[in-house]
C-alpha cells in the first residue's frame, strides 16, 4: 500500500522563499504609474497641439458646446445639400445635350426612312412651331344693310391672347375703326384678368356701298393699363371688297402683327374725376400731357386743354387751363369744378381736348377724347369708375382722339347752326 509523501520542511521553506525571490524579482516590473506616462508617449505632439488650439477657441465662444457643435452640423448639411443640387443639374443639362446631340445626328426614323423634317421642315410643322408666338384669335361678324349704308361689325369673343401683365394675363378691350376714312372709333368694354374674353357688342358705321368696296375693318385689341401706354396685342384686317355681302360673315381670324403706318400717334393725357353726389359737385384736375403732336415749325407747340360739359347732347359749360409755351409734354395740375347734380351727371358727356394756342391765326386742335354717358371703352370705363367710387378722384391716362373721330362719334346738337363750322 502506498502512501503519498508528506513535504518535507525542506521543501516548503524552499516553495517559500522561491515565491519570495520570484515577487522581488516582479515587482519593479508590476508597480507601473497609472498616470498614463505610457499612452502620452504614442501621440502625436503636432495632434496634442491641435486638440488643445480647437478647445481654446471654443472655449472662446460664447456658447454652449451642444449649441456649436449643432450649428456645425446644419452648416455641413447645407453645403451638402448645395453640392447635391449642383450635381443633380449638372446632371440634367448633361443629359439634354445628349438628348439634343442625339436628335441632330440621328438620320433614321422610326420606320426607318430619313427625317428630312429635321432638317428642312414642311409649312405644317413651321406653323405648329410657331404657335408660342401667336397672339390669339378673335370671332367677329360682318353685316351690310343696303337700304341704310349701315354696316355692322360684331366683336363676339377672343381665345388664347398674348399674356401682356406680369401675372400671365391681360386687361383687354377692341378699338373698331374703317379705314382709310377712320371717321369713327368704337370701342368694346375692358375685361379684368382674362385672356379669353366674351365681348358680344356691335357697332353700327354709316358707309355708302361705293365706299365699302374700298374700305378695310380694322379691329385692334389692346390691354388695358390706367396709368401707362395700353400695349396692342394684335389686330384683325378684313378688306371689305373681298366680302360676301349676300349673307352674314361670322368667322375666327388669328390675330397680326398690328400696321404701325394706320395709327395715328396724336398723345395721351392724364386727368382725374372726382363727383360728390350729396352737394352735386364734379370736379376734374388736368395733371399733365404727354407725347403731343408739333403743331409750330420749331418742333414745338404751345399746348393748353379746353374743358366742357354737353347736357342731353347740348354744349352747357366750359373751361380751360393755362398756355404752356414751347413743349409737347406739358405739366397742368389745374382743378376744376362743376355743378352737376345726380339727376344730370346721367345725361352728361365731359369733352376734353388739347389746343395749340396761336396769337396771330387760328387755335389748331391738337386732339379730343371724351367722357360721360354716351362713351366706350376706355372712357367710359374711367367714368364708371368715378361714379362707384363717390367723393374718392380717380385718375387715368388716355389717348387722344382727332376732333373729327370725337365729333362725329359724340354728334352734339347747336343752337345755331351757322356755328357747325367752327370748332368747339
Not at 8 to 26: A, C, D, G
Not at 46 to 66: G, M, S, Y
Not at 278 to 292: D, P, Q, S, W
Request: proline residues 5%.
Amino acid at each position: 500500500m502506498s502512501t503519498t509523501p508528506k513535504p518535507t520542511p525542506y521543501s516548503t521553506h524552499h516553495n517559500v522563499s522561491f515565491k519570495t525571490e520570484l515577487s522581488e524579482k516582479v515587482h519593479p516590473a508590476t508597480i507601473i504609474p497609472t498616470n498614463n506616462t505610457y499612452t502620452n508617449t504614442t501621440i502625436d505632439p503636432a495632434a496634442a497641439a491641435a486638440e488643445d488650439f480647437i478647445n481654446d477657441v471654443l472655449d472662446k465662444i460664447p456658447l454652449p458646446r451642444w449649441a456649436i457643435y449643432t450649428i456645425a452640423a446644419s452648416g455641413a448639411l447645407l453645403i451638402l445639400i448645395c453640392c447635391l443640387c449642383i450635381c443633380v443639374k449638372c446632371c440634367c443639362k448633361d443629359k439634354k445635350k445628349r438628348n439634343r446631340k442625339d436628335d441632330k445626328i440621328k438620320m433614321l426614323g422610326v420606320n426607318g426612312t430619313t427625317t428630312t423634317a429635321l432638317v428642312q421642315p414642311d409649312v405644317g410643322d413651321v406653323e405648329y412651331g410657331s404657335t408660342k408666338q401667336q397672339r390669339g384669335k378673335l370671332l367677329y361678324s360682318l353685316e351690310y344693310n343696303a337700304a341704310l349704308s349701315e354696316l355692322t361689325v360684331g366683336i363676339k369673343q377672343a381665345n388664347g391672347l398674348k399674356a401682356m401683365d406680369v401675372g400671365g394675363s391681360s386687361d383687354p378691350y377692341i378699338k373698331v375703326y374703317i379705314c382709310p376714312e377712320k371717321s369713327k372709333t368704337c370701342e368694346t368694354k375692358v375685361f379684368k384678368n382674362t385672356l379669353n374674353p366674351v365681348f358680344n357688342e356691335q357697332f353700327n358705321f354709316q358707309i355708302s356701298k361705293s365706299s365699302l368696296l374700298k374700305s378695310t375693318v380694322v379691329m385692334k385689341v389692346f390691354d388695358f393699363n390706367r396709368f401707362t401706354k395700353h400695349n396692342i396685342i394684335g389686330e384683325v384686317s378684313v378688306e371689305l371688297c373681298n366680302v360676301d355681302w349676300h349673307h352674314v360673315i361670322e368667322e375666327w381670324q388669328d390675330l397680326g402683327e398690328p400696321a404701325k403706318f394706320e395709327e395715328e400717334e396724336l398723345g395721351e393725357i392724364c386727368f382725374s374725376l372726382r363727383y360728390v353726389p350729396t352737394v352735386g359737385k364734379l370736379t376734374v384736375v388736368i395733371l399733365e400731357a404727354k407725347n403731343l403732336k408739333y403743331m409750330d415749325l420749331g418742333g414745338f407747340s404751345d399746348p393748353y386743354v379746353k374743358l366742357q360739359l354737353a347736357l342731353d347732347k347740348r354744349k352747357w359749360k366750359k373751361r380751360k387751363t393755362s398756355i404752356k409755351k414751347k413743349t409737347l409734354n406739358p405739366y397742368y395740375n389745374e382743378s376744376f369744378t362743376f355743378d352737376v347734380s345726380f339727376q344730370q351727371i346721367q345725361r352728361v358727356n365731359l369733352v376734353i381736348s388739347v389746343w395749340d394756342h396761336d396769337a396771330m391765326t387760328r387755335n389748331d386742335a391738337m386732339g379730343k377724347i371724351f367722357l360721360g354717358c354716351d362713351a366706350t371703352g376706355n372712357q367710359l370705363r374711367h367714368w364708371a369708375d368715378m361714379l362707384s367710387n363717390p367723393r374718392r378722384p380717380v385718375a387715368q391716362w388716355h389717348s387722344l382722339l382727332s376732333a373729327k373721330q370725337v365729333n362725329s362719334t359724340l354728334a352734339l346738337k347747336k343752337k345755331i347752326p351757322l356755328r357747325d363750322k367752327l370748332p368747339l
